[in-house]
């Protein structure tokens, strides 16, 4: 039985051998026996992702209902105006599709080669790997930097020293292998954050790898501190509600006495509210919600900050130091809601690119998956206005103070792919009962005029053709 294993082994092994050895042969002549790999080795091809037309969900805005009539033409002419110039400043060289061409003798870096701007480096594990020959040549090519051997001894074995292409020949491979393990990139443009390919020919044999150029960031740390009264911050905002923003201030304090509250205050009438550890911080009349998220936000000094909307209030669940715990087993991270009385909303949002009409977006209610090692917890886009978030990353994205009194979940459609948002239920506050407020709700109405010009906001600003919300 064992005999009659070998044995098969051995033909398995050997004819497998035979057929890479065939094609080897054959790709040394340029004529591998297979013609897919023939095409794959003699052409690279020039993938970019396909812009496809997005279908509307059914039910969903069309936004393109919203923009004024007359000067549609020329709206949707200034909005690919600027789309073009903001793919430009997101376009990059590494993001261009490479194939490694099957059978290459040539040794070089898949990914990982980082270079400073206007600096310079050896370019790591350079090599050809062949049998031996009579004499070698291999060309290396840039386009934005340059290449050099280091510390050359011979010079008439390259040429292009400190140039864009760069010849090097040899009598021998360990002198081939010896010169390109010396070869430098170094960048010649400034800027802080983008790549190069290089060109690396032997013969008929071609690869192409990157160099990323990237200057390197300083770190922003925080101090953690001992208690979560350095860890986290309270922030609210709030108009007309004081009755409401003293009920939630006084919920706070029954569970945490020294925690520091900062309050955005846009109301018509500002009045000081008391008590200790308190910022307020008062803005023009109605500015709105985003407005004011945006500088209570901005006001915080804490690595984390807990947003919760003036009505409501804590409870034995509101456990903020769970939040935190779970935040801190996950640096990946940036954003932790929970519930707010029985509810635990969230949603998903499905986004497609779109061709020139514009993208197309949906919001879902529910989750992705759990999240590995932490009990009830799931990842998701967007949540409701309980949640604890990382201070910097939340910073980066901001709020759109053009959003005054429409709006909820714009905020996760900004942070998409920015934010890594994740809701666990059990942590949890509650709802303040509604109080009789004639003047607040009167301005809490939003006319339709506000809804429609949040929908022209998405058309243009976020490029989409429509939504369902
Ligand atoms: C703070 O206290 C003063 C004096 O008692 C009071 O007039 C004021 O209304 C209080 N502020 C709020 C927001 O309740």
Known sequence: MSVLLSLTKFLLISSTVTILSICYFYMETGKCASPLLHRTYNSMPNVTRQQKSCSCPRSGFDLRQFVNKDKFNDIVKRRAEVYEKDKLRKKTILNELLLAPPNSPLQYPIQGFIVSPLKKGIIPGLSVHIVQQQNYQ?????SSGVLAVESLQEKGKVKGQGEKVLSISASSLQSLNDLLGQVSYRSTVYSIKSGDLVHFTFGQHKAIFPVVIREPTIPVLYDLGKDVN???TVTTKTFLRYPEVNYLIRSIRTFYKDIKIIIADDS???QKV??????QYFMPPAQGWFAGRNLAVSQVTTKYF????DDFYFTEDTKIEKFVEIMESMPELDVVAGSV??????????????DEEG???TRVKGNYQPIPGIPNCFFTSGVINFFLARTDAVRKVGFDPLLKRVGHSEFFMDGLGELLVAICPEVGLNHQRRRA????HHFRRPPKSDTDNKLYLHFFKNRLKCMKW
Do not use: Q
């Open 306 to 309: 807990l947003w919760v909307d």
């Open 341 to 354: 009385g029985k509810l635990a909303n969230s949603f998903t949002l499905i986004y497609e690119e779109g």
């Open 274 to 279: 008391n008590g200790t550890n308190i910022e």
């Open 268 to 270: 018509i009438e500002p």
């Open 437 to 440: 407020n004639a003047a607040y």
């Open 138 to 142: 291999v060309t290396l090519s840039v």
């Open 230 to 232: 350095s860890h986290v």
């Open 359 to 361: 993208g197309c977006l």
